[in-house]
Nanobody
Framework: QLQLVESGGGLVQPGGSLRLSCAAS????????IGWFRQAPGKEREGVSC????????YYADSVKGRFTISRDNAKNTVYLQMNSLKPEDTAVYYC???????????????????WGQGTQVTVSS
């Protein structure tokens, strides 16, 4: 059974850092595009970053460029989102998601993604 489990969220002060993890089971993550999304209260879920399969092309939303980094550890079948210089507007529930088309190119839109984790809360506040 394909499963994604996020972890690493929490409360952090503005300017701080967090690293989110997305552990996959039931499939080999390297073969699929994976995305990180977030949803703040009262707002639509938005794409934050994504990584295409194998070749590993990465994309970032303008709001996080230069601050967030997506990476993949194939040995652990896990994808990470390193978040630095966090701002209060980064507060949201963060989700990872997988597009189940083999060797696909990632996009920062929700539609292609078929499997979602349960989410992890990130709160940036002093």
């Amino acid at each position: 059974q394909l499963q994604l489990v996020e972890s690493g969220g929490g409360l952090v002060q503005p300017g701080g850092s967090l690293r989110l993890s997305c552990a996959a089971s039931g499939f080999t993550l390297d073969y699929y595009a994976i995305g990180w999304f977030r949803q703040a209260p009262g707002k639509e879920r938005e794409g934050v970053s994504c990584m295409s399969s194998s070749v590993g092309s990465t994309y970032y939303a303008d709001s996080v460029k230069g601050r967030f980094t997506i990476s993949r550890d194939n040995a652990k079948n896990t994808v990470y989102l390193q978040m630095n210089s966090l701002k209060p507007e980064d507060t949201a529930v963060y989700y990872c998601a997988v597009d189940n088309i083999l060797f696909s190119k990632c996009v920062l839109e929700k539609d292609p993604y078929d499997y979602w984790g349960q989410g992890t809360q990130v709160t940036v506040s002093s």
